[in-house]
């Protein structure tokens, strides 16, 4: 089917798709397989198509296939009804996985009893969705539906051309599910924080001390990543926290996972002791839950380009964001809320590399005193009584229309 020119569509969100819309085939679906292998932010940005399909079919059960650390954020998300679990070898970075086929197949036998009757191939615009779509296949799932550059065969019943340009990750899996005719449901990431969690990270900040004390800004920084190239260097964090002490008046939560708690130790005990009173590290001392009620909380996250960046997103939390450009921004940058992009243009700018041979420049150019003084602006945009997202919805035009360039008719059927 040749390829039509794009389509730019105005107008109120749908709460449910038109019914002249909805593709056939999966209009029939009852058990419904989405996919998202890699972390916890790529599953987050995923969450407004999950939202649509939910919408569109709201007789069917929604499962996610996620990797253990982004099974978290699908814990979080109404729209989900089930979640497995899987450790996929070709989303393996680190090529930490054995070799172990009987893993592979006991997953195949697990998909094949749960009978589902369509999957939803998530990826971002760098991965091939064809492996998922292959573990699909042999599961006898008999719609597959994913975007892909390259030659499918039978593996997809529905492919999508990926659209030219770069659009936003959320974007991507928005025009994703429209390629079957699901139009948007809502624009904003989806992240249920229960109160039980709200009550969890107030009652360890009461029993510091730092709760009891006067009120002062409260900012999260959250130091860590899973690929050293996009870390900002542990001891620039230092003087960042410093700054915030000093010069905003914050009480700063320093943030991360069991495994980081070397990382966050390290940086607490070089921030000076006349700042340091006012920092509370918290690695490994909060449920996945607990850190994102943190960062609801929160005045403001300084983070890297990572998972808790995108929480903060999803929560209306204003962003500073030390962002490598490994990746491109456009793509990856904070969803819907006041931000700020931290970065040194660099030559070898979306080098896509897990470790940096040139001694992370464009992020090791960003001094401290410049991420104090992003924060500070975006903590005076708060202080002014506008909520983060009324910002962000009054930059972009979004009131009361949504803007979604979809690609019409830009898909294989099989």
């Not at 589902?116 to 599961?139: E, M, N």
């Not at 005193?369 to 979004?398: C, F, K, N």
């Amino acid at each position: 089917m040749p390829e039509q020119p794009l389509q730019v569509l105005r107008g109120r969100l749908p709460d449910v798709a038109p019914p002249s819309r909805l593709d056939e085939r999966w209009r029939k679906v009852r058990r419904l397989l989405v996919v998202r292998l890699d972390n916890l932010g790529d599953v987050l940005l995923m969450t407004p198509a999950f939202r649509a399909l939910k919408r569109a079919l709201p007789q069917a059960t929604l499962t996610l296939l996620a990797s253990p650390v982004g099974a978290q954020v699908g814990a979080l998300n109404p729209d989900l009804d089930e979640i497995i679990v899987y450790e996929a070898p070709w989303v393996d970075p680190w090529a930490r996985l054995p070799h172990d086929s009987q893993r592979e197949e006991a997953m195949i036998r697990l998909l094949r009893e749960r009978r589902f009757d369509g999957a939803i191939i998530f990826t971002s615009f760098r991965q091939s969705a064809l492996p998922a779509a292959y573990l699909c296949y042999l599961a006898d799932i008999p719609l597959r539906l994913a975007a892909s550059s390259d030659g499918s065969g039978s593996l997809l019943t529905t492919r999508l051309r990926p659209s030219g340009g770069q659009l936003h990750e959320v974007e991507r899996a928005l025009e994703l599910v429209a390629a079957i005719g699901v139009p948007p449901a809502g624009l904003d990431l989806v992240l249920a924080v229960p109160e039980a969690a709200r009550q969890e990270w107030r009652t360890v900040l009461t029993e510091s001390g730092l709760g009891q004390q006067p009120p002062r800004p409260l900012i999260v920084v959250h130091p860590g990543c899973s690929m050293p190239a996009r870390t900002y260097p542990w001891e620039l964090f230092s003087m960042v926290i410093e700054g915030l002490v000093a010069e905003l008046g914050a009480t700063v939560c320093l943030t991360g996972a069991e495994h980081e708690k070397e990382l966050v130790e390290r940086i607490h005990a070089r921030v000076a002791p006349l700042q340091r009173q006012w920092v509370l590290p918290l690695a490994g001392r909060l449920s996945f839950a607990g850190l994102c009620a943190l960062i609801e909380g929160a005045a403001a996250v300084v983070t890297n380009n990572t998972g808790p960046m995108h929480i903060a997103a999803a929560l209306g939390t204003a962003v500073v964001a030390l962002f490598a450009l490994t990746n491109p921004p456009e793509q990856w940058r904070p969803w819907r809320v006041p931000y700020r992009l931290l970065y040194r243009e660099v030559p070898c700018r979306l080098c896509y590399q897990r470790l940096c041979p040139y001694d992370q420049l464009c992020l090791r150019g960003v001094r401290p005193a410049e991420v104090v003084t992003a924060t500070a602006t975006l903590l005076a945009q708060h202080t002014q009584g506008i909520s983060s997202r009324e910002q962000e919805r009054e930059r972009a035009g979004e009131r009361e229309e949504w803007h979604s360039v979809v690609r019409s008719e830009s898909h294989e059927q099989r």
